[in-house]
């Protein structure tokens, strides 16, 4: 028996008013209402973001490791590796190729590459506008959900950062994959279903975080009320078996870099439990009230074995959102749909298992927000429908509050479009926002990095001096205030700080290397060698052609090797 079409979701959110009357453009122009109003605010979100078209590349701010890739900056054929290789501890072949393409027609012009980013962002916020129609919303509240999208201030950190090419482009696939798999829904073809595991493939190729897709075609069936039945789980394997293998990758990747096994502190599974929770109401929070935004969100510092107030005072806001889902009444399957779009896409990111340098980053809401974005939207448009019911200055006061929310919101995404200038303006913010020690620290050390690329070592050494002011454990300050000191000759100063970094954590490969680099210029050949054959164990490569070049018997020294950059 063949399974029955796409049900219509929730009675309450099916749009019912006729949005296809044409209505008149200059010079003769015709365009369905509907249209005329999604590419207002394409227009409207253009001019917000162009603002960004005069930031920087940002050098020492990930930007400066794409940009000076010979993958990326050299010759058109040179790309074989592409698909074979991790960038910045992460696997994201096709926005390496978008670089490289994109590199090799404009070279190191940022605002052309900044522009390339907007324009994603303006074809995923057409493609929300069209999923929410897809998905039976009004069309209010379907042009809600893509305004938001458009405009929220989290989401500006994911468009105007050249870096987080990444994130626009697995959304650009992810949301084509949900438009697929609603057509499949509604007629049950092979061909769509194939077509929505490419889409998938391609999402997957872009960024890890694309894993969650199978989790949410299974979320869409509950929420289309397509029975979940064996047909319905079966035809999601194949989906799974990618996200599973694209994960694997993917920790591998994170590997390469640091980002699993370099950690400040760890913590134990209860904490890492309080940490997610406190993650998950950090996101609730700033999709309500974005305001002290930051491009650094530190891990909380705890204190025998507690963590700040604050910290456990932020899950007040989790708690409230699932008590909106409880007693919501003819919603409350939109609203567990939207809310669980949200939670599935977001514990990608989460530090359960392992962490990254920050706990939280705005990027990581792009796709996520959308699931919240729909409750929003619903209840904003429920309140609309309910405007004959409540007295004329209620509704009043309501139309007001939400045009000065809209406006705010513009106003708020504009401002921090210009945050991310330039290296200096995006962590002097980080600076004047005060929001904890930890934070200082970070934007200290990435000040001394930024400064050390520059080549003004008093600037660079004054600000790793800042960093370890305000965290004396800061592990890579440590490693990079060493490198800077050996640059400079001070050799027992370097010796010191990799020493520490050793003590704060006795399996760091990286500062073993370079201490043996210190011992070495410092004369010191046998703890030189030592140290390297250590960082060597530990699976440092460099370590071992340092050994060979280095540590032969019979080999007369020249003490000639060089520090590695700081990073």
């Keep these: 028996m063949n399974e ?19 209505v008149n453009l200059a010079g003769g122009m015709m365009i369905r209402r509907e249209y005329a109003a999604i590419v207002a ?28 890739n010979p993958t990326v900056t050299g010759n058109p054929q040179d790309g074989q590796n592409i698909f074979s290789t991790f960038y910045l501890g992460m696997y994201q072949p096709l926005a390496i190729l978008t670089f490289k393409i994109c590199y090799n027609i404009w070279g190191d012009l940022a605002w052309l590459h900044i522009i390339t980013n907007i324009l994603i962002h303006l074809i995923n916020t057409f493609l929300v506008f069209k999923l929410m129609k897809r998905w039976s919303l009004k069309f209010e509240a379907s042009l809600i959900v893509a305004f938001l999208f458009a405009l ?100 591998k990747a994170s590997e390469s870099f640091g980002h699993i096994t370099v950690l400040e502190q760890d913590y134990s599974f ?88 920050f706990i939280t980053a705005d990027r990581y809401t792009y796709l996520p927000y959308i699931g919240l974005f729909v409750i929003i939207a619903v209840l904003v448009t429920n309140l609309i429908e309910k405007r004959q019911t409540i007295s004329s200055s209620s509704w009043n006061m309501a139309k007001f509050l939400l045009i000065l929310g809209a406006a705010a919101m513009c106003v708020a995404t504009f401002s921090r479009a210009k945050v991310w200038h330039d290296i200096p303006t995006l962590l002097g913010n980080v600076v004047e926002n005060r929001r904890s020690d930890a934070d200082l620290a970070h934007a200290y050390f990435y000040l001394g990095n930024y400064n050390d690329l520059q080549s003004r070592d008093k600037d660079a050494m004054k600000y790793y001096d800042l960093a370890l002011t305000r965290n004396p454990k800061h592990l890579l300050a440590l490693n990079n205030r060493g490198i800077l000191k050996g640059k400079l000759m ?53 370590a071992n052609s340092a050994i060979s070049q280095y540590c032969r018997d019979n080999i007369q020294p020249d003490f000639n090797i060089a520090f590695p950059n700081a990073r």
């Excluded at 049950?188 to 969650?212: I, P, Q, Y």
């Excluded at 974005?290 to 491009?295: F, I, T």
Aim: glycine residues 6%; aromatic residues 16%; charged residues 15%.
């Design 490 to 542: 001070n050799i027992p100063g370097a010796v010191s700080d990799f020493s520490q970094a050793i003590t704060l954590k006795p399996d760091y490969a990286e500062a073993y290397y370079n201490r043996g680099v210190a011992y070495y210029q410092g004369g010191q050949q046998q703890q030189a060698c030592s140290d390297w054959t250590k960082a060597s164990q530990l699976r440092f490569s460099p």
């Design 270 to 357: 209860l904490n890492r439990i309080i940490l997610i929770l406190y993650g998950i109401s950090f996101y609730l929070i700033k999709l309500v009230l974005p305001l002290n935004l930051s491009a650094i969100y530190s891990f909380p510092e705890i204190t025998s074995n507690v963590f700040p107030t604050w910290v456990y005072g932020s899950i007040v806001a989790l708690v409230f959102a699932v008590l909106i889902i409880w007693y919501a009444k003819k919603n409350r399957r939109i609203f567990i749909f939207g809310f669980l779009f949200f939670v599935i896409h977001i514990g990608m990111v989460l530090p359960l298992f392992w962490s990254r340098i």
């Design 152 to 251: 929220h201030p989290m989401h500006v950190e994911g468009v105007v950062w050249i870096s987080t090419r990444s994130s626009l482009l697995y959304s650009l696939f992810f949301l084509t994959g949900l438009l697929q798999y609603h057509k499949y829904l509604n007629g049950f073809k092979v061909k769509d279903l194939a077509l929505t595991g490419l889409w998938f493939l391609l999402s997957l190729l872009s960024k890890s975080m694309a894993a969650t897709f199978p989790l949410i075609l299974l979320l869409i069936d509950y929420f289309t009320r397509r029975p979940i039945n064996k047909k319905a789980i079966l035809e999601k394997i194949p989906f799974l078996a990618f996200s599973v293998i694209f994960g694997i990758i993917s920790i």
């Design 4 to 22: 029955k079409k796409m049900t219509k979701p929730a009675k309450s959110v099916i749009q019912h008013r006729d949005y296809s009357e044409k």
């Design 41 to 68: 605010l394409l227009f409207i979100t253009f001019l917000i973001f162009a603002v960004a078209l005069r930031n920087e590349i940002l050098i020492g701010w990930d930007d400066g490791e794409y940009f000076t």
